[in-house]
């Protein structure tokens, strides 16, 4: 038997869609063609589309429906010229790391398109949200900060359908990004993101591309138990 | 000027497609339609879909193409038992966290298909990767492990557009699951999904026709800076 909150629930949904095998094939199609974006386009991203993506994210899977995702746009030219420093000192001492060849091809790498990118999207974790009433997250507390990348996925699909693209940057310290930006305390970076036209589209990632690492079958990597 | 190595690549690459107004909004309904399925049909989900959708969840973006998803379908049903074992422990002592109503309702939620659902996948970040060579993990090492809920999302979704459910279980003990199915010491849990067609499709996600958490309009999670 049905909760009566149920029976409510199911009289108010429409009929659920059926996605044909037309829809899957474009779906993975999407799904390939999505890239990490370093090289945008001046052109600017329309505030209403990055609203609408923003709503779409949060459609995302979240633990106890606690939807911890916070989103902070960063105009400011100020805070923003901070956050290419930060990321610029972190990706010095990134290079510090390799040496060589390898330490050659890292410093050849475009890792970021924080100048050109028409918008800077940080994306932050509310570790103290009291929304889902904690359900889900006693013995995997890191389940609040996935949630906020499962948001994050799917913005990412819903930009590329759009023909925008989003470049994930993690060569930054999260606690300073979250002072520049002047977040709550409980607030903890989990992705800054570029967002904008792309230069051009590509099927290939461009770390494969430029040989740092190639993509490797899926199937090396499942077990059966 | 483009590297010659992205010279290569573009002529290999075949024209990008073009998602219109069409799909877009077919995208979004899949996205809306998406749900933390716990009421699973026994139908059992052929052995090569599973592979197919694991095989696009591998065209997820991973830090420096990292790659470090593990998949493992768990059919054995000794360790099964465990893992349900597992589950109903940390579960009865999440209960014991809430009073008087709030109590009861939890009780009364159905979190996990685990006994009805056709197959169990657990999904592991293998923290010892050498793939993609540390890149851009130094300042976020959790990177790897938000890498892996990447793919677990694009797997989601592939498999709703199939009308296959997923289910998150995060009710157990990562480690003791780890144990029960024997992998690499490096290798942390993520997820333990379960996968099969669901016994009804909902717009509404379970845990706000139960009462427990609603939706929050997304617009409240946007600052400006």
Same mark, same amino acid.
């Given at each position: 038997?049905? +909760?009566?909150?149920?029976? %409510?629930?199911? =009289?108010?949904?429409?009929?659920? $869609?059926?996605?044909?095998?037309?829809?899957?094939?474009?779906? /993975?199609?999407?799904?390939?063609?999505?890239?990490?974006?370093?090289?945008?386009? #001046?052109?600017?991203?329309?505030?209403?589309? &990055?609203?609408?993506?923003?709503?779409?994210?949060?459609?995302? #899977?979240? &633990?106890?429906?606690?939807?911890?995702?916070?989103?902070?746009? &960063?105009?400011? *030219? @100020?805070?923003?010229?901070?956050?290419?420093?930060?990321?610029?000192?972190?990706? %010095?001492? +990134?290079?510090?790391?390799?040496?060589?060849?390898?330490? %050659? *091809?890292? =410093?050849?790498?475009?890792?970021?398109?924080?100048?050109?990118? #028409?918008?800077?999207? +940080?994306?932050?974790?509310?570790?103290?949200?009291?929304?889902?009433?904690?359900?889900?997250?006693?013995?995997?507390?890191?389940?609040?900060?996935?949630?906020?990348?499962?948001?994050?996925?799917?913005?990412?699909? =819903?930009?590329? =359908?759009?023909?925008? @693209?989003?470049?994930?940057?993690?060569?930054?310290?999260? @606690? /300073?990004?979250?002072?520049?930006?002047?977040? $709550?305390?409980?607030?903890?970076? &989990?992705?800054?993101?570029?967002?904008?036209? #792309?230069?051009?589209?590509?099927?290939? $990632?461009?770390?494969?591309?430029?040989?740092?690492?190639?993509?490797?079958?899926?199937?090396?990597?499942?077990?059966?138990?």
């Amino acid at each position: 038997m049905r +909760a009566p909150a149920a029976d %409510k629930a199911a =009289a108010r949904d429409p009929a659920p $869609p059926l996605f044909d095998k037309a829809f899957q094939r474009r779906l /993975e199609e999407l799904i390939r063609w999505r890239r990490d974006v370093r090289r945008f386009r #001046p052109d600017p991203v329309a505030e209403a589309t &990055v609203a609408e993506l923003i709503g779409i994210a949060a459609l995302a #899977p979240s &633990v106890g429906n606690s939807q911890p995702w916070r989103f902070v746009t &960063v105009a400011d *030219l @100020g805070r923003r010229r901070r956050v290419i420093a930060n990321f610029e000192a972190c990706n %010095k001492d +990134a290079l510090d790391d390799y040496e060589g060849e390898q330490a %050659k *091809l890292y =410093a050849s790498l475009k890792l970021a398109g924080l100048k050109e990118a #028409p918008v800077h999207l +940080a994306v932050f974790c509310d570790t103290a949200t009291e929304l889902g009433h904690g359900l889900g997250r006693k013995t995997m507390p890191e389940m609040l900060q996935y949630s906020v990348v499962g948001a994050i996925t799917t913005l990412w699909l =819903a930009a590329r =359908a759009r023909g925008i @693209g989003v470049g994930w940057i993690s060569i930054v310290e999260p @606690g /300073e990004i979250a002072r520049i930006l002047d977040v $709550p305390d409980a607030w903890a970076l &989990v992705a800054y993101l570029c967002v904008g036209y #792309p230069e051009e589209a590509q099927l290939e $990632p461009e770390l494969q591309r430029a040989g740092w690492q190639s993509r490797v079958d899926a199937a090396n990597f499942l077990l059966k138990r």
